[in-house]
């Protein structure tokens, strides 16, 4: 019985059509302006990400390394998303 399941399920599966979506025409500006913003923050990304590790290497010698990790942490979840976001964008334009 489960296997009927299965083979009816990856039936189904293989019974979905092939969807080739398409960019709507006068969308390539607002394409490459997102880009751009997203080159941007990766930038910012990076730059910040230099900023909190300096900070980090001198907040071990006055005792605040907790903020400055917690900043790093920051930059680094900030990064993901820009990364993350700009896969999704890639995926479904």
Do not use: H, Y
């Amino acid at each position: 019985m489960l296997a009927d399941l299965l083979a009816n399920a990856t039936g189904l599966i293989w019974a979905l059509p092939n969807v080739d979506p398409q960019q709507p025409p006068g969308m390539e500006n607002l394409t490459t302006v997102l880009g751009w913003i997203a080159w941007g923050v990766s930038v910012l990304c990076l730059a910040a990400f230099l900023v909190c590790a300096g900070w980090l290497a001198i907040a071990t010698l006055t005792g605040q390394e907790v903020r400055a990790a917690k900043g790093l942490v920051i930059v680094l979840i900030a990064a993901v998303i820009v990364g993350a976001a700009s896969t999704l964008f890639a995926i479904l334009v």
